[in-house]
Each structure stands twice: as C-alpha cells, then as structure tokens.
C-alpha cells in the first residue's frame, strides 16, 4: 500500500538529477534499501530523511510532497496528471483566482458563522473550496518557477518570510 507523495517526488527528483538511490540515502545518511521502500511506497519516510533530502535538492515538488505527508494531507497536494508547462500554469492558476474573486462578491463574508442560513453556508463552503483550489494552483506556479528558472523554493521562502516580518505581519 502507497504511503504518501513524498516517495514518488523524490524518485522524480533523483531522476531529474540524473542521481541514484544511494546517492539519495548518502544525503539522508540512511542506505538506498530505504530510499528504495520510501520511493516504492512500502515505508514511511522519517520527518529527518525528508528533511536532509528536501534541503539537498531544493525542489517546490519535493517541498510539497514532504509537506503533505508531514501533515497528514492538510496542504496543498502535488498535481501529476496536468500539463505543468509554466504557461498553462500560470493560465490554470488565473482561472482559479478569478473563480475566487467572482464567488467572493456574493458570499455573505461580513456574517459570523452563527448568522448564516443554510443557503448561505453553501456559498461560504464553495467560497472556502474555490480559495483552496486557488491555493493549489499558486503553488504549482510557484515550484514551476522556481524550477524553470533556477531560483530556490527555500531561499524564495526565505525571502518572503523575511519581508513578512519586515512588514510587521508577524514576529
């Protein structure tokens, strides 16, 4: 039984590389046997390995799997069956974000919870489910980027983090 993301990522990593299992279990210091159970889905990779291996190879999909697996799912989870050409992308990306601001004009977002009739719990819901959506086409247009030109998903996390703080949005 398949375990999470994380195991097909980083074989579609070490194959973008050009790297072997070993050179994989070198970085995570642990042997290519487990690499190979975590990329074939038969074991669970340790919080350590995939945070060795996701710091090595600085890849959005890999951040993304690593993430996804360490929360149980709750994040935005990596697409393998779309076109992630960066243009199509960015298009997809578009899309969803004018989903969210079309549905969010008519979504009752100035009631508490407590205020709401059933009808409008719906829109709510459909509101909440269109800005995940959103959210998961931002982050794939984020790790294509990164990817396509070579800029670090760390380092751009960094970055922002960085002027978050500076901006006093958070400590």
């Not at 642990?30 to 190879?57: C, F, N, Q, W």
């Not at 799997?65 to 960015?90: M, Q």
């Not at 982050?139 to 990817?147: D, S």
Request: overall charge positive; aromatic content about 8%.
């Amino acid at each position: 039984m398949a375990i999470g993301q994380f195991g097909p990522a980083l074989e579609e990593v070490l194959k973008q590389k050009g790297e072997t299992r070993g050179t994989a279990g070198a970085v995570a210091h642990v042997d290519a046997s487990l690499i190979g159970k975590i990329v074939k889905g038969t074991r669970k990779p340790s919080k350590e390995v995939m945070a060795s291996t996701v710091k090595h190879y600085d890849d959005g999909q890999l951040y993304i799997a690593a993430a996804g697996e360490v929360t149980g799912g709750a994040f935005a989870p990596w697409l393998n069956n779309v076109d992630l050409h960066r243009a199509s992308v960015l298009f997809k990306t578009v899309e969803e974000m004018k989903e969210v601001l079309a549905l969010s004009s008519e979504a009752p977002i100035s009631k508490t919870a407590d205020q709401l009739n059933e009808s409008e719990r719906k829109i709510m819901k459909r509101l909440l489910m269109e800005a995940v959506e959103a959210i998961t086409a931002l982050t794939h247009f984020a790790a294509v980027l990164c990817k396509e030109y070579s800029f670090s998903w760390l380092a751009t996390w960094k970055e922002h983090r960085a002027d978050l703080k500076a901006k006093k949005y958070m400590k």
